[in-house]
């Protein structure tokens, strides 16, 4: 299983990556993906539809009070945004692989495995 970050739904409803990358294992979310994902204001239909089955496609990872801890602790000494904090700390606690693209935002968090599948995965 992987958790797949925001910028990743959206790259697969938008078809720069193709869905058959993720044809082959679980995927998952944090929740604050969805309300980041979902709650663009200027996203597409088109894109609203694709990105709403991706996400009944993939496992919700709850956002519990250890996932709630773990994120505080990276946002006071990493100074990450709400969001990323979030993520990360919902794959750390879950110990499952991050896609993203922003790999950057991520690569200073000790232990946490990220994959960029737009270079990576090609």
């Known amino acids: 299983m992987v958790i797949l970050d925001t910028n990743i739904f959206v790259y697969l409803s938008k078809g720069t990556l193709d869905r058959r990358i993720i044809s082959d294992i679980d995927i998952a979310h944090a929740s604050i993906t969805r309300l980041e994902s979902l709650g663009y204001s200027n996203i597409l239909a088109n ?22 801890d773990r ?24 110990d499952i692989e991050l896609w993203t693209a922003n790999v950057n935002d991520f690569q200073h ?14």
């Open 71 to 94: 994120a505080i602790k990276l946002r006071q000494y990493m100074h990450m945004s709400l969001g990323d904090s979030i993520i990360a700390a919902t794959a750390l606690e879950n």
């Open 109 to 122: 968090i000790e232990g946490l495995k990220l994959t960029n599948p737009l270079k990576d995965l090609r």
């Open 47 to 68: 894109e609203l539809h694709l990105m709403s089955a991706l996400f009944n496609e993939s496992y919700n990872l709850a956002l519990t009070d250890s996932v709630i």
